[in-house]
Nanobody, 130 residues
């Protein structure tokens, strides 16, 4: 079992920045890959970013590449998502997720479906105004 709790959401103007954090508990944090997804009102949940067990490899959705950065601290059991150059279309509830089944570092970029992950946090709201 893994418990995930996000924090750091808020409201910013376009061009601004936010840093989201997800605290994990339960199973040993360094044994599973992590990801972030987001869901805007009326839309499906979509992949944002993912990171391997060690943090050595990351993967991003094209829509956020170059603007968002995912990182993890295995000593603190946290995974962060830094959001820069925010746009109104980034407005959504952001959820962190854990993939506790087997993960191949080389296949990280393929883990982009909600079905590829096993545990989810409740989400934190990010609102970007024009």
């Amino acid at each position: 079992q893994v418990q995930l709790v996000e924090s750091g959401g808020g409201s910013v103007q376009a061009g601004g920045s936010l840093r989201l954090s997800c605290a994990a508990s339960g199973r040993t944090f360094s044994t599973y890959a992590m990801g972030w997804f987001r869901q805007a009102p009326g839309k499906d949940r979509e992949f944002v970013a993912s990171i391997t067990l060690s943090g050595g490899t990351t993967s991003y959705a094209d829509s956020v590449k170059g603007r968002f950065t995912i990182s993890r601290d295995n000593a603190k059991n946290t995974v962060d998502l830094e959001l820069n150059s925010l746009r109104p279309e980034d407005t959504a509830s952001y959820s962190c997720t854990a993939r506790t089944r087997f993960s191949s570092d080389r296949n990280l970029s393929q883990y982009r479906s909600t079905n590829d992950y096993d545990y989810w946090g409740q989400g934190t709201q990010v609102t970007v105004s024009a």
